[in-house]
């Protein structure tokens, strides 16, 4: 049984970026390749425990496991050893679950690390008649919402699915689903999926956060039902607030900062800290970064993108087996910048994500392993992120 919450427990369920990704065959190996290592290392060390002058067994290989050599005795006898577990970083996209210690439940993005994240979600509702699930989005890429049509929350009656994001974000679920207007057009009705809202009977509330200072009111298809939130103006759900605010990114993009309590984490995937000549997209990056940093000063944690290292960025090395390509403009950041950052802004705990799909598990190992050794003389703690990650606050 889990700890009770002090003020928020974190779920990271996805955290790779711009696309799911499956390891690779030979990805597989290298893992088994060091798990297996540590593994005789021991036993060959607890070999070594049980030898005489003449370097040989002081007693039967029975005697050494407790029994006859079979699967009992052999699973028995690797118990004894404690091996590391390998960093496993996942492959599902972009889904984070926030739980309060007030019981509200909030969900940053709905990538496919959502199908899992709702499964779990389902089993801890229980028998619970009426249930509510909060869900914040960033934007609109597909990487950020494709988990929502197969997610277990979506076919329960009696689950109230609250949604929250700019007006694109709502859109792209609700053209496709009808979620929202209760309707869906003829040349998109089963384009993407064969589901829709008629076969969804959670109900689904929108809510569209809003800048009055730089966007209009109305969005593409006038149909869809909203509440409207001033952007300016704090999310309170029970003793958390949410404060949700502009990023850098091709598509409008929000991120969000969480406080419950004396904690603070804050949600910031999918912003860009350009790199450019002075031009009015680099100075809106600027602008934006020093808001990020503003928001993020003393938090206790945060999720930042960071999908590349900046000679990836800047196209002089490529990533993985990829070509060199510069990524400028594809609205993410450098993992250099983010370090900085996180120095800079005294934060506690920095979990780098959006990983790239091009980046194979060693290669996110060893950068990972930089991290941790380059903090080590921080006052911060920084590394990647991975699924299954769970963090109390």
Not at 61 to 90: H, S
Not at 343 to 368: F, S
């Amino acid at each position: 049984m889990d700890p009770p919450i002090k003020n928020m427990r974190l779920r990271f369920y996805g955290v790779q970026g711009s696309g799911s990704t499956f390891p690779s065959s030979r990805e597989i190996g290298a893992f088994q390749d060091l798990m297996d290592t540590e593994l005789l290392q021991k036993v060959f060390a607890d070999l070594a425990l049980h030898v005489d002058s003449e370097n040989k067994l002081d007693r039967s290989l029975e005697d050494l496991i407790g029994g006859p050599i079979n699967r009992k005795t052999l699973a028995e006898y690797k118990k004894r050893f404690v091996v590391p577990a390998a960093r496993i970083y996942g492959g599902w996209t972009t889904c984070i679950h926030v739980e309060t210690a007030d019981g509200t439940d909030l969900v940053f993005d709905c990538g496919s690390g959502f199908r899992n994240c709702a499964l779990d979600l389902q089993k801890k509702w229980g028998d619970r008649g009426e249930r509510h699930l909060h869900i914040f989005g960033s934007h609109s890429h597909y990487d950020h919402t494709e988990g929502f049509d197969q997610a277990a929350v979506c076919f329960d009656p009696r689950n109230q699915v609250h949604i929250y994001g700019n007006g694109q974000f709502l859109y792209s679920l609700d053209s496709y689903l009808g979620i929202f207007s209760r309707s869906v057009s003829a040349d998109i009705l089963g384009v993407q999926t064969p589901v829709n809202f008629s076969l969804m009977p959670a109900r689904f509330r929108a809510v569209q956060i809003l800048n009055p200072e730089t966007a209009p009111q109305s969005v593409r298809g006038e149909t869809m039902k909203r509440d409207i939130h001033d952007l300016r103006q704090p999310i309170v759900l029970g003793e958390t607030r949410i404060t949700a605010f502009e990023v850098f990114h091709p598509a409008p993009c929000l991120a969000y900062k969480i406080r419950h309590g004396d904690k603070t984490f804050v949600f910031c995937t999918d912003h860009e800290l350009r790199r450019g000549r002075d031009d009015p997209r680099q100075r809106d990056s600027e602008e934006k970064e020093a808001r990020l940093r503003e928001q993020a000063a003393g938090a206790d944690i945060v999720y930042r993108d960071a999908q590349y290292l900046r000679s990836e960025y800047d196209g002089l090395s490529g990533i993985g087996s990829s070509n060199p390509v510069p990524r400028q403009g594809w609205g993410h950041s450098c993992i250099e910048d983010v370090q900085e950052m996180a120095g800079g802004c005294g934060i506690k705990q920095t979990y780098i994500g959006h990983h790239d799909p091009n980046r194979d598990w060693g290669e996110l190992n060893w950068i990972d392993e930089a991290l941790i050794r380059g903090a080590e003389t921080r006052s911060g703690k920084i590394c990647l992120a991975r699924a299954g990650m769970v963090l109390d606050l």
